[in-house]
């Protein structure tokens, strides 16, 4: 069963072949994460859009249970380095929608935020073997521990501007990117590494909470 285009990217050539590639892929992650939905729904975002990665021309947002929002964009040059992103961005936000982690319920203490892109960014690296730079973390372990320490004083509300986009994107106080994200791939590995006998597959199965308590 085909999944179904709700927005369309603005290319139908382009778009066709996009969603033969993109039904594969969305095969392949279903036989690792049993859970997803069977008939997703996918929304193209606008060429325009800040979603989309100047880095990769791909995008990509976990919007609801049923619904994957992808950024493509159609003049990007190196379209086999996208195409290898997009896959990458399929399996991390099939993660999140998986775990129920969506634009439309996430409004969550930012811990559980951490764990939950810290999962998607390891799932990246380990299933479809792409290290992406919003995983690289510092290698002064102190510096991680402090993100970790302030983040986990963050509780909803979180404001979008103030708290969320400057911990998940870019901090110009600090001058650092994905910071929400370096610090959660961090914390993920360290879980994976004290308890050997999971997987990361494993952990996709459990709630962020499951998942802080195994650490604590
Ligand atoms: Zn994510």
Same mark, same amino acid.
């Given at each position: ?16 072949e996009l969603m033969l590639k993109i039904d594969k892929w ?91 892109e810290g999962l998607a960014t390891v799932f990246e690296k ?20 402090? *993100? ?18 400057? *911990? ?9 990117? *994905? ?38």
């Open positions: 069963m085909p999944l179904k285009v709700i927005q369309d990217l603005g290319n139908d050539m382009v778009q066709s969305y095969d392949e992650v279903r036989v690792i994460l049993p859970n997803l939905p069977e008939n997703l729904q996918i929304f193209f975002l606008d060429q325009n859009s800040e979603n989309i990665m100047p880095e990769s021309g791909i995008g990509g947002i976990a919007y609801s249970n049923e619904i994957m929002s992808l950024g493509f964009d159609l003049n990007f040059e190196d379209k086999k380095e996208q195409l290898l992103q997009l896959k990458s961005t399929i399996f991390h936000e099939a993660v999140h929608i998986a775990q129920g982690h969506t634009l439309l319920s996430n409004d969550v203490p930012l811990l559980e935020s951490m764990v939950y380990e299933i479809v073997g792409i290290d992406q730079p919003y995983g690289k973390y510092p290698k002064d372990i102190s510096i991680i521990e402090d *993100w970790v320490d302030r983040i986990s004083l963050i509780n909803p509300p979180v404001d979008f501007e103030s708290e969320y986009s400057r *911990w998940a994107f870019y901090d110009s106080d600090e001058d650092e990117a *994905w910071k929400l994200y370096k610090a959660g791939t961090w914390y993920i590995d360290q879980v994976l590494s004290e308890n050997k006998n999971l997987s990361i597959i494993d952990l996709t199965k459990m709630t962020a909470t499951e998942i802080l308590n195994l650490k604590r």
